[in-house]
T-cell receptor, first 115, second 107 residues
């Protein structure tokens, strides 16, 4: 079992660009949650996907969007990048509703740097 | 003021020392979680608490609902315990994370 995988590991973009991050959930999991963790801070919840629909959303602007595919994998898209988007983006998978952190399995994250 | 505050933010100790990390919160909660994050980002859930105390190996977590406070203790600390420890609370509609405590255990 590969657990939760994320790609890419690291990414460097410039302001105004768009980025797509990818996540494959743990085998048997159908729900994917995305978090943003700025340096020295705890994770902030972005949104959760289940059955290819966004089920919950945190306090993030519409520049942040996502998608879930029939195989349960997910993408996080961020448009019009700005410096403040530089962070570690974490994906966590679970079995729906899987809202408890203890039921979520986290990936290693994608480190995004915006220059 | 953040809804979840952890202290200290950074902690360095010698191998074998008893470690305490504190978490205070200001919202009503249904559960509190302690997480461990190793370099590179991987997060592991250590404990979920709604009352009392839990123990797993050298780790002990306590919660005082009336005082809105939780502590994570590590006995006989070891360099492999070096990580960021994060407190997270689940309120009515959302999960709120503390900023984390960076723990370094020197041999």
């Amino acid at each position: 079992d590969a657990g939760v995988t994320q790609s890419p590991t690291h990414l460097i973009k410039t302001r105004g660009q768009q980025v797509t991050l990818r996540c494959s959930p743990k085998s048997g999991h159908d729900t994917v949650s995305w978090y943003q963790q700025a340096l020295g801070q705890g994770p902030q919840f972005i949104f959760q996907y289940y059955e290819e629909e966004e089920r919950q959303r945190g306090n993030f602007p519409d520049r942040f969007s996502g998608h879930q595919f029939p195989n349960y994998s997910s993408e996080l898209n961020v448009n019009a990048l700005w410096l403040g988007d530089s962070a570690l983006y974490l994906c966590a998978s679970s079995v729906y509703p899987g809202q408890g952190i203890d039921t979520q399995y986290f990936g290693p994250g994608t480190r995004l740097t915006v220059l | 003021k953040n809804e979840v505050e952890q202290s200290p933010q950074n902690l360095t100790a010698q191998e074998g020392e008893f470690i305490t990390i504190n978490c205070s919160y200001s919202v009503g909660i249904s559960a509190l979680h302690w997480l461990q994050q190793h370099p590179g980002g991987g997060i592991v859930s250590l404990f979920m608490l709604s009352s009392g105390k839990k123990k797993h190996g050298r780790l002990i977590a306590t919660i005082n609902i009336q005082e809105k406070h939780s502590s994570l203790h590590i006995t006989a600390s070891h360099p492999r315990d070096s990580a960021v420890y994060i407190c997270a609370v689940r309120g009515a509609q959302k999960l709120v994370f503390g900023q984390g405590t960076r723990l370094t255990i020197n041999p």
